[in-house]
Antibody, heavy 121, light 107 residues
Framework: QVQLVESGGGVVQPEKSLRLSCAAS????????MHWVRQAPGKGLEWVAG????????YYADSVKGRFTISRDNSNNTLFLLMNSLRRDDTAVYYC??????????????WGQGALVTVSS | DTQMTQSPSSLSASVGDRVTIACQAS??????LNWYQQKPGKAPKLLIY???NLETGVPSRFSGSGSGTDFTFTISSLQPEDIATYYC?????????FGGGTKVDIK
């Protein structure tokens, strides 16, 4: 069955960096687009970034453009989110999400359990 | 960017009641609209895709309708396990955007 397991969350100071990972299993990872979606404490869902199946096409929310980088290692079935210049308003639970159709523009059928990132001095 | 406006932001209803949530897009998104359920401390769960298609395994009391800019999500008979926050999401264009959510609880 499909499994998405995020790791790498934690407490980080403002302006520092953090890298999240999402280990995928149960499907052919290299065939599917992947996304990151976040949720600030007590708030709604916000799409953060998405990548095509081969990693060539990457898209970002304006709020993270230029600071975050989505990437993937198809040989190790892992999705990454490198977060630089972190701000307090980046504090959130970060989910990796899989569209089962494989398409970048579609619904999120599968979600990880989430990784909490807290930006605080 | 396509703004998604959900209403109401919260509601209370009795078990067995019909519950309706509205989602309005700031521009025509055809039927590129999904609905999710999120329970506290859990990841969202896809319920409806392409505005009106029920995801496999989701109870038939959940339904969706609409096209263009106006969409509706309905629970035909509210059950205690339906207590959650519900979100709409458009995928007509980037950035993908979600509505602000509707928190549903039992009266």
């Amino acid at each position: 069955q499909v499994q998405l397991v995020e790791s790498g969350g934690g407490v980080v100071q403002p302006e520092k960096s953090l890298r999240l990972s999402c280990a995928a299993s149960g499907f052919t990872f290299s065939n599917f687009a992947m996304h990151w979606v976040r949720q600030a404490p007590g708030k709604g869902l916000e799409w953060v970034a998405g990548t095509s199946h081969d990693g060539r096409n990457r898209y970002y929310a304006d709020s993270v453009k230029g600071r975050f980088t989505i990437s993937r290692d198809n040989s190790n079935n892992t999705l990454f989110l490198l977060m630089n210049s972190l701000r307090r308003d980046d504090t959130a639970v970060y989910y990796c999400a899989l569209p089962s159709s494989g398409s970048l523009m579609t619904c999120f059928d599968y979600w990880g359990q989430g990784a909490l990132v807290t930006v605080s001095s | 960017d396509t703004q998604m406006t959900q209403s109401p932001s919260s509601l209370s209803a009795s078990v067995g009641d019909r519950v309706t949530i509205a989602c309005q897009a700031s521009q025509d998104i055809t039927n590129f609209l999904n609905w999710y359920q999120q329970k506290p401390g859990k990841a969202p769960k896809l319920l409806i895709y392409d505005a009106s298609n029920l995801e496999t395994g989701v109870p038939s009391r959940f339904s969706g309708s609409g096209s263009g800019t106006d969409f509706t999500f309905t629970i035909s008979s509210l059950q205690p396990e339906d207590i959650a926050t519900y979100y709409c999401q458009q995928y007509d264009n980037l950035p993908l955007t979600f509505g602000g959510g509707t928190k549903v609880d039992i009266k």
